[in-house]
């Protein structure tokens, strides 16, 4: 029974050591740490595009997406200045550019949002009613998609449901 015994303890701490020394080799900085979380960078293979035209992305928790989305309602529509670096650039260009952004959000008198709900592990879905300045309401639910980009976080994507 002490042989057994001997060879349990024996096997534990083997895989120990090459989970630790596995764990140096990855950059682990923190040996005693139980917990490594890495973002793998895309590879050339993935969709043939080039690795440093994929920006690094980390995903957020529900809750970190929806107070940025309802931080940046917040700034809408008195301070569309403010708000417009909170659009990645492939957002704010497929949006027709900051003139266009300008204009829309110059004909809105104030924007609610009723709700934001997780959509995916990347989105959030927001409930919204736009006031027009010409005394019109818009309802619209509007998907949009959150990410730390290069150490900034972005609304990286978005569009009607």
């Known amino acids: 029974m002490a042989v057994i015994g001997g060879a349990v ?20 900085q923190n040996p005693a740490s139980t917990t490594t979380v890495s973002v793998a ?37 008195s301070a569309p200045e403010q708000a417009w670096p909170m659009l990645a650039g492939s957002l704010q260009a ?19 949002v009723r709700s934001v709900q997780p959509r995916d592990a990347t989105s959030v879905s927001a409930d919204l ?11 619209e639910i509007r998907w949009l998609e959150v990410h730390d980009v290069d150490g900034q976080r972005l609304i990286t994507d978005s569009a009607v449901s």
Request: aromatic share 12%.
């Open 129 to 139: 009613e736009y006031s027009r300045r010409d005394g019109t309401t818009q309802d």
């Open 9 to 28: 303890v024996l096997a534990i701490a083997g895989a120990i050591s090459i989970a630790w020394v596995l764990g140096l080799r990855q950059g682990t």
């Open 94 to 112: 497929k949006g027709g550019g900051f003139s266009e952004y300008l204009q829309w959000w110059g004909s809105v008198a104030s924007v609610t």
């Open 41 to 77: 960078a895309p590879t050339q293979r993935d969709n043939d595009v080039p690795r440093d035209a994929v920006p690094a992305a980390r995903s957020l928790a529900f809750t970190d997406m929806r107070a940025f989305v309802e931080s940046y309602y917040a700034l809408l529509p």
